[in-house]
């Protein structure tokens, strides 16, 4: 699945990142890599953003970001 479709509350973590090779190193950019916990905080009412806590601190992410973002329950 990928991040966008995860359940708030839910904690996953990231199997691929897809996308050209920019798209992705801004991705990883942010702290999204490749086997990294992330903890869904909440999605805002319209899907758009949604709030990670990813390495410690709370990131935003665009929906259409999330949905390049591969990732399996934790």
Wanted: positive net charge; aromatic residues 4%; glycine residues 8%.
């Amino acid at each position: 699945m990928n991040l966008s479709e995860a359940k708030v509350g839910s904690t996953v973590t990231v199997t691929k990142i897809e996308g050209d090779s920019a798209y992705k190193r801004r991705i990883m950019d942010m702290g999204i890599t490749k086997g990294t916990s992330l903890y869904i905080r909440k999605v805002a009412p319209l899907g758009d953003p949604i709030e990670l806590t990813v390495r410690g601190y709370e990131l935003s992410v665009r929906k259409m970001d999330a949905q390049c973002v591969q990732v399996k329950e934790a």
